[in-house]
C-alpha cells in the first residue's frame, strides 16, 4: 500500500471515529424522568450517571416573528412591552413605573482560555450568547398606560458597566452590580440618564463560568445581598479560584467591617427575592452538570444566616460527589441543608418574583412565586424554556409541583424562538419576562382580575418562658426517633 494510501485510510478512520464522537455527545443521553417527577418537595432521585464528556441538546435561537408569542396559561394574554433590545438580562421596576434592563453578557474571557473554554464559548453562542457584551442599564417608560413601552432611554453604556446585572434602588440611590464588584449611582425617579460618578460598595469574585451577579436589599434598606456563582462544575480547577464564590454576600450599609458571607455551598445562585409571609430570604440556584439528564435538580429554597447547600462536596443533602478532589470541612454532613423545592433537572432557573399583593394574574397565582427558566443546553429532550409558577401555602411554604404560565418557546423541531430569563412586576400589577435571546421583554397580565390582596406577614406568638423544671429532666431524652426520620449519608 502506497503511502498516499495508507494516509487517505488513516484520515477516513480519524474522520469516522470523530464524527461518531460528535454525533454521541450531540445527540445526548435520553432521560429517563419528566421535568415533572423532578421537581417539587420530594423529586424523585435519579441514580447518578457521570460523564467525562457532557451531552449536548442546544436548542438554536430563532426568535419571533411579528405575529409569533409564548403560549400563556389559561386566563392570562402575553403582549410585547418592549422589543428591539441587546440581549436583556435583568429587569427592575422603579417605583414610578419605569422599568430599567440590563443589557448585558458574559465578560471578555469570562470561560478562562485554551481548548475547554472555547469549546464553552462556542457553546454558549450556540445556544444565544452574542459573545460580546452591550454593557448597557435602559429605561423604558409606557407614558399612555397602553402596556407598551413607547419611551426607550440609554441611562449608561460603557462608562464603568462591564456585564451589568443585578440592580436595586432606594432613596435616589441605583444598586448595580457589575461581575467584579457592586456601585451606587446618584440617581432620582424620572431622570433618563446616569450621568455621575458612581461609588463602589463592594468588591465581588470576578469573571468565571457564572459571570451574573444578582443583588437584593433588605426592606429596611440597611443591608444589601448579593449572589455570586461558582468558576466552574465541581471545583474541578481547585477551591482556592472558588474563594468568595458559590455564595450570597450581605453588606451592611455604614459599616466600617468587610461584607460577610450570608451562606454559601450554592452552585449558582441567581433571582434574590424576600418571602412576603415570613421574611425569609429566598433563592434560585443551578446545580451542577455531568450526572446526567436526570440530575441534579435546579432548586427553589430558602437562605438562613450561615447556611451550606452542599457544593461541591454534596448535592441534595445525603449525596456525596466522588468525583470532588477536594475534602470537605470537618462534620460537614452535620450542618449541611436540603433544598425545599426542586425545579427539574438542567432548567437554568433564573429570575423570581413573589407575589406580594396588587398582582393581577388571577387567583389561581395569588399565592406563590413566579420563576423563569432559561433551558438547558445538555438535556434530551430539553428542560426549562418556561416560566412557572410555584404555590405557597399560608405558612410560607411551597407545595405541589410547578404549573406553567408561559410556554411556548421550544419549537417542534427542536428550536427555540427566545429564553425566559428575568421576571419584574410591572406598576398595574403585569409580570415582565424578559427575552435574552430575542431581545424582547414580555407582558403577561389576566386583563380581567382585580389586583389580588396583599401577602400578610405570617406572625406568631412566642412560647411562653420556662421559669422551673418539671418532671424528669432526663425524660425528654428518652424518647427514640423513628426509621425514615434518620438521615444517611449515601
Given at each position: 500500500?502506497?503511502?498516499?494510501?495508507?494516509?487517505?485510510?488513516?484520515?477516513?478512520?480519524f474522520l469516522?471515529v470523530f464524527?461518531?464522537l460528535?454525533?454521541?455527545?450531540?445527540r445526548?443521553?435520553?432521560?429517563?424522568?419528566t421535568?415533572?417527577e423532578?421537581?417539587g418537595r420530594?423529586?424523585?432521585?435519579a441514580?447518578?450517571?457521570?460523564?467525562?464528556?457532557?451531552?449536548?441538546?442546544i436548542?438554536?435561537?430563532?426568535?419571533?416573528?411579528?405575529n409569533?408569542?409564548?403560549v400563556?396559561?389559561?386566563?392570562?394574554?402575553?403582549?410585547r412591552?418592549?422589543?428591539g433590545?441587546?440581549?436583556p438580562?435583568v429587569i427592575?421596576?422603579?417605583?414610578?413605573?419605569?422599568?430599567?434592563a440590563?443589557?448585558?453578557?458574559?465578560?471578555?474571557?469570562a470561560?478562562?482560555?485554551?481548548?475547554?473554554?472555547?469549546?464553552a464559548n462556542?457553546?454558549?453562542?450556540?445556544?444565544?450568547?452574542?459573545?460580546?457584551?452591550?454593557?448597557?442599564?435602559?429605561?423604558?417608560?409606557?407614558t399612555?398606560?397602553?402596556?407598551?413601552?413607547?419611551?426607550?432611554?440609554?441611562?449608561?453604556q460603557?462608562n464603568g458597566?462591564?456585564?451589568p446585572?443585578?440592580?436595586a434602588w432606594?432613596?435616589?440611590?441605583l444598586?448595580?452590580?457589575?461581575?467584579?464588584?457592586?456601585?451606587?449611582?446618584?440617581?432620582?425617579?424620572?431622570?433618563?440618564?446616569?450621568?455621575?460618578?458612581?461609588?463602589?460598595?463592594?468588591?465581588?469574585p470576578?469573571?468565571?463560568?457564572?459571570?451574573?451577579r444578582?443583588?437584593?436589599?433588605?426592606?429596611?434598606?440597611?443591608?444589601?445581598y448579593?449572589a455570586v456563582g461558582?468558576?466552574?462544575?465541581?471545583?474541578?480547577?481547585?477551591m482556592?479560584i472558588?474563594?468568595?464564590?458559590?455564595?450570597?454576600?450581605e453588606?451592611t450599609f455604614g459599616?466600617?467591617?468587610y461584607?460577610?458571607?450570608y451562606a454559601?455551598?450554592?452552585?449558582?445562585?441567581?433571582g434574590?427575592?424576600?418571602?412576603?409571609?415570613?421574611g425569609e430570604?429566598?433563592v434560585?440556584?443551578?446545580?451542577?452538570?455531568?450526572?446526567?439528564?436526570?440530575?441534579?435538580?435546579?432548586?427553589?429554597?430558602?437562605?438562613?444566616?450561615?447556611?451550606?447547600?452542599?457544593?461541591?462536596?454534596v448535592?441534595?443533602k445525603?449525596?456525596?460527589?466522588?468525583?470532588?478532589v477536594?475534602?470537605?470541612?470537618?462534620?460537614?454532613?452535620?450542618?449541611v441543608?436540603?433544598?425545599?423545592?426542586?425545579?427539574g433537572?438542567?432548567?437554568?432557573?433564573?429570575?423570581l418574583?413573589f407575589v406580594?399583593?396588587?398582582q393581577?394574574?388571577g387567583?389561581?397565582?395569588a399565592?406563590?412565586?413566579?420563576?423563569?427558566?432559561?433551558?438547558s443546553w445538555?438535556?434530551?429532550?430539553?428542560?426549562?424554556?418556561?416560566?412557572?409558577?410555584?404555590t405557597?401555602d399560608?405558612?410560607?411554604?411551597?407545595q405541589?409541583?410547578p404549573i406553567?404560565v408561559?410556554?411556548?418557546f421550544?419549537?417542534?423541531?427542536?428550536?427555540?424562538?427566545?429564553?425566559?430569563t428575568?421576571?419584574a412586576?410591572?406598576?398595574?400589577g403585569a409580570l415582565?419576562?424578559?427575552?435574552?435571546?430575542?431581545g424582547?421583554i414580555?407582558?403577561v397580565?389576566?386583563?380581567?382580575?382585580?389586583?389580588?390582596a396583599?401577602v400578610k406577614?405570617l406572625?406568631?406568638?412566642?412560647?411562653?418562658?420556662?421559669?422551673s423544671l418539671t418532671?424528669d429532666?432526663?425524660?425528654?431524652y428518652?424518647?427514640?426517633m423513628?426509621?425514615?426520620?434518620?438521615?444517611?449519608?449515601?
Amino acid at each position: 500500500m502506497s503511502t498516499k494510501r495508507k494516509l487517505l485510510v488513516a484520515l477516513s478512520v480519524f474522520l469516522l471515529v470523530f464524527g461518531g464522537l460528535f454525533f454521541w455527545i450531540w445527540r445526548g443521553t435520553p432521560a429517563k424522568y419528566t421535568v415533572e417527577e423532578l421537581s417539587g418537595r420530594d423529586p424523585v432521585l435519579a441514580k447518578p450517571k457521570p460523564e467525562q464528556i457532557p451531552s449536548i441538546a442546544i436548542a438554536s435561537p430563532i426568535g419571533w416573528q411579528a405575529n409569533e408569542a409564548p403560549v400563556a396559561a389559561k386566563g392570562l394574554t402575553v403582549t410585547r412591552f418592549a422589543e428591539g433590545l441587546d440581549h436583556p438580562r435583568v429587569i427592575y421596576t422603579l417605583p414610578n413605573g419605569d422599568v430599567i434592563a440590563a443589557l448585558a453578557d458574559a465578560p471578555k474571557g469570562a470561560m478562562g482560555s485554551g481548548i475547554m473554554a472555547s469549546v464553552a464559548n462556542w457553546l454558549m453562542q450556540s445556544a444565544g450568547a452574542h459573545g460580546k457584551s452591550a454593557d448597557a442599564l435602559v429605561l423604558l417608560r409606557d407614558t399612555d398606560g397602553n402596556g407598551t413601552a413607547d419611551q426607550k432611554h440609554t441611562l449608561r453604556q460603557g462608562n464603568g458597566l462591564v456585564s451589568p446585572s443585578g440592580l436595586a434602588w432606594r432613596d435616589d440611590v441605583l444598586y448595580v452590580a457589575n461581575h467584579d464588584m457592586v456601585q451606587a449611582f446618584p440617581y432620582k425617579l424620572g431622570e433618563t440618564a446616569l450621568n455621575a460618578a458612581p461609588s463602589k460598595v463592594m468588591d465581588l469574585p470576578g469573571g468565571g463560568n457564572h459571570w451574573m451577579r444578582n443583588i437584593v436589599l433588605s426592606a429596611d434598606g440597611k443591608r444589601l445581598y448579593a449572589a455570586v456563582g461558582s468558576s466552574s462544575n465541581i471545583a474541578e480547577n481547585g477551591m482556592e479560584i472558588e474563594k468568595g464564590r458559590a455564595a450570597i454576600w450581605e453588606k451592611t450599609f455604614g459599616s466600617k467591617g468587610y461584607p460577610r458571607q450570608y451562606a454559601n455551598g450554592l452552585r449558582n445562585p441567581n433571582g434574590l427575592a424576600w418571602n412576603p409571609r415570613t421574611g425569609e430570604l429566598w433563592v434560585t440556584v443551578n446545580e451542577r452538570d455531568m450526572l446526567g439528564p436526570d440530575l441534579v435538580p435546579d432548586y427553589l429554597t430558602s437562605v438562613p444566616l450561615g447556611s451550606h447547600y452542599g457544593w461541591p462536596f454534596v448535592w441534595w443533602k445525603v449525596f456525596d460527589d466522588d468525583r470532588v478532589v477536594a475534602a470537605p470541612p470537618d462534620y460537614f454532613d452535620d450542618y449541611v441543608r436540603k433544598p425545599e423545592f426542586a425545579l427539574g433537572a438542567h432548567t437554568a432557573s433564573l429570575g423570581l418574583v413573589f407575589v406580594t399583593g396588587g398582582q393581577r394574574m388571577g387567583p389561581q397565582f395569588a399565592s406563590g412565586a413566579f420563576i423563569a427558566r432559561h433551558g438547558s443546553w445538555n438535556r434530551t429532550p430539553p428542560s426549562g424554556y418556561d416560566v412557572v409558577f410555584v404555590t405557597f401555602d399560608q405558612f410560607g411554604n411551597p407545595q405541589g409541583k410547578p404549573i406553567p404560565v408561559l410556554t411556548g418557546f421550544l419549537t417542534t423541531d427542536g428550536d427555540t424562538h427566545g429564553r425566559p430569563t428575568w421576571l419584574a412586576w410591572s406598576k398595574e400589577g403585569a409580570l415582565l419576562v424578559s427575552d435574552d435571546t430575542a431581545g424582547i421583554i414580555w407582558r403577561v397580565i389576566d386583563p380581567a382580575a382585580a389586583p389580588s390582596a396583599q401577602v400578610k406577614p405570617l406572625v406568631t406568638g412566642r412560647l411562653p418562658a420556662q421559669r422551673s423544671l418539671t418532671g424528669d429532666p432526663d425524660a425528654r431524652y428518652t424518647a427514640k426517633m423513628k426509621d425514615e426520620t434518620l438521615v444517611k449519608q449515601r
